[in-house]
């Protein structure tokens, strides 16, 4: 069964403070890694498909690895705009088009 | 309009009402999901639909039923529900890539549901 696990469960972070946030994921085959980003109340927003060990994609502030057993995502001197949950997803093979998730990270950046 | 959209983003309603959510997308992709986003917990897949075609219930109660009469067109109807089924249900769509490189989803805003 895939499995997606993702630490800490919250971060309070200082603006400007770097940090980041861990996704472990267990599949039988990877098809993708997805990083999406979830304001309160809101639908996910998606951040970054990872397809393979050793990519990595920036965006921003934002920059998210993977490895063949976990991804990170990186922030970089964040900013109070960047508190949100993010959310980690993986999609496996034979699996279909079916995202596993975590339970998120939920940021918060403060002055 | 662009991206993934869903009708009403509000719903309060009794446990004797039926009442229908929508969702359409204007990404051109072929396949379109349900999910229900409980407070502390996953998003937990509802109902997939490939082309037009349900390919995965993920076990949901018969309560609800979804419809799917085009590509862009996704409606969950609801009756008879529970308190425990208050949550953001969202929408998402994809190309419906089944093989290869991965299928990213793209997701509406949600339909905050509350059940009385």
């Known amino acids: 069964e895939d499995q997606v696990t993702q630490s800490p469960e919250a971060l309070r972070l200082q603006e400007g403070e770097s940090s980041s946030l861990n996704c472990s994921y267990t599949v039988s085959g990877l098809r993708g890694l997805f990083w999406y980003r979830q304001d309160p109340g809101k639908g996910p927003e998606f951040l970054f498909t990872l397809y393979s060990a050793g990519e990595e994609k920036e965006k921003e502030r934002l920059k998210a690895t993977l490895t063949k057993k976990e991804s990170f995502l990186h922030i970089t001197a964040p900013k109070p705009e960047d508190s949100a949950t993010y959310l980690c997803?993986?999609?496996?093979?034979?699996?279909?088009?079916?995202?596993?998730f975590g339970t998120g990270t939920q940021l918060k950046v403060e002055l | 309009e662009t991206g993934v959209t869903q009708t009403p983003r509000h719903l309060v309603m009794g446990m004797t009402n039926k009442k229908s959510l929508k969702c359409e997308q204007h990404?051109?992709?072929?396949?379109m999901y349900w999910y229900k986003q409980s407070a502390k917990k996953p998003l937990e897949l509802m109902f997939v639909y490939n082309f037009k075609e349900q390919t995965e219930n993920n076990s949901v109660p018969s309560r609800f039923s979804p419809e799917c009469p085009n590509s862009s067109h996704l409606f969950l109807h609801l009756h008879t529900l529970q308190p425990e089924d208050s949550a953001l249900y969202l929408c998402?769509?994809?190309?419906?890539?089944?093989?290869?490189?991965?299928?990213?989803?793209?997701f509406g805003p949600g339909t905050r549901l509350t059940v009385l």
């Open positions: 990404l051109g992709h072929n396949a």
């Open positions: 997803a993986v999609q496996a093979d034979g699996g279909g088009n079916k995202l596993t």
């Open positions: 998402a769509s994809s190309q419906a890539l089944t093989r290869g490189r991965g299928d990213t989803q793209y």
